[in-house]
């Protein structure tokens, strides 16, 4: 592989992991962090003594330290402090939040006050310190991915964030288009109408596309701001507490700390359980009673959970349904539709969505860094054609 003298890079901020992606010579390089992973977690540890910490070492001190760790922050960028997105990640996070004079979100931690794209900056700054320590050059432009139903304001918050990281945002790519770009769909002359069905960590898209003559153009978009994995992940945290509460009359969610450790030990059993019918869920001291902690262990049927997930996967159903309508179109009229997004792992969701469209559906082989590759593929055409 050639080395560049400097980096272009595509970045997917997500809710609940981040990838970077750089494209050399026709083929896409992911970044890894130190577990050779590529979705990194977009987690903020902010320790007692020195510099914010991202990533895989953040959710490890997430479980010692709650108030101190943030996450969920794609949700907030951009939004006002009484939007339904503010008001659900403080209902389920340790780190206290309010208002700022201008009505957007503060967050406290130990280490101060922090705003919601100060957060993001760390997590590009982290980004493209990791590619720069990679390819051994430096990384100073990106195309950065967002929602489709994102507004001005959290385009505007996301762009912020990036430059304060020390890049040059070369442009801004709705994550459908992007996902459709990795998966080579400009590259079929076929005409078509296609349908992008984004069910990410945090936020749901939906999108038709007009596919033909190597061009992609959006005709709806649809999207639910408050509805991703992390909305399954609490909903498994609010099973496993009404057993508690059934058979020992203790309220899990009065304690933030040992609640936060409920939820992201949910969101362990959530994948477990998109390979297997049935999944432990174990929590050491997940809860105090008669003068001492006690454990949780339970093993989580799909059965079980399934009714609790349901209204969830249906409101992903509905936006995809007034998707199409907006576009003046029916499920028999889509030549394909793209699954991306990790919660799309969840067998369910498939399902559900099979229901609707009756078929002709693609899962992307990498749901959870398709939309990175894609915005690294935008990224080496930009500068293609500005050469």
């Not at 895989?56 to 794609?74: D, F, H």
């Not at 099979?354 to 690294?376: C, F, K, N, W, Y």
Request: hydrophobic letters at 40%; one cysteine or more.
């Amino acid at each position: 592989m050639a080395q560049a003298r400097e980096l272009t890079l595509g970045i997917d901020l997500g809710n609940s992991f981040s990838t970077v992606a750089v494209r050399f010579n026709g083929r896409t390089y992911f970044v890894p962090d130190n577990r050779g992973e590529p979705c990194i977690p977009s987690v903020v540890y902010f320790p007692e003594d020195g510099s914010p910490v991202v990533g895989a070492y953040a959710v490890r001190m997430r479980q010692l330290e709650p108030t101190n760790t943030v996450s969920g922050i794609k949700r907030i960028l951009g939004r006002h402090f009484d939007s339904p997105e503010v008001k659900i990640l403080g209902a389920h996070s340790a780190v206290r939040m309010r208002p700022a004079p201008n009505n957007t979100p503060i967050l406290d931690t130990r280490a101060g006050e922090h705003t919601p794209i100060e957060v993001a900056t760390y997590i590009f700054k982290h980004l493209r310190e990791l590619a720069e320590a990679r390819f051994r050059t430096a990384a100073r432009k990106v195309v950065i991915t967002l929602p489709a139903s994102a507004t001005p304001d959290v385009e505007h918050a996301t762009v912020q964030a990036a430059r304060r990281a020390g890049l040059e945002v070369l442009k801004t790519l709705s994550e459908p288009h992007a996902a459709a770009l990795a998966a080579g769909i400009d590259k079929r002359f076929d005409q078509q109408r296609l349908l992008v069905y984004d069910f990410g960590g945090g936020t749901f898209d939906a999108t038709a596309l007009d596919q033909g003559d190597g061009h992609i153009e959006p005709i709806a978009v649809g999207g639910d701001g408050c509805l991703g994995g992390d909305d399954l992940d609490n909903a498994l945290a609010e099973l496993a507490s009404a057993h508690v509460w059934k058979t020992t009359k203790v309220e899990l969610s009065n304690d933030v700390e040992r609640w936060d450790r409920l939820v992201r030990e949910s969101e362990n059993t959530k994948r477990a359980l998109s390979a297997r019918h049935v999944a432990p869920l174990r929590l050491k001291s997940a809860f105090h009673s008669r003068g001492k902690d006690h454990d949780l262990e339970l093993m989580i049927h799909r059965q079980d959970i399934e009714p609790r997930w349901a209204p969830l996967v249906q409101r992903s159903v509905m936006v995809t349904a007034q998707t199409l309508l907006a576009a003046g179109l029916k499920p028999k009229d889509i030549g394909m539709t793209l699954m991306v997004g990790g919660t799309t792992f969840v067998p369910m969701v498939k399902l559900a969505l099979d229901r609707l469209m009756g078929g002709s559906i693609e899962h992307h082989p990498s749901p959870q860094t398709a939309v990175a590759e894609g915005a690294a593929i935008a990224a080496a055409r930009a500068l293609s054609r500005a050469a």
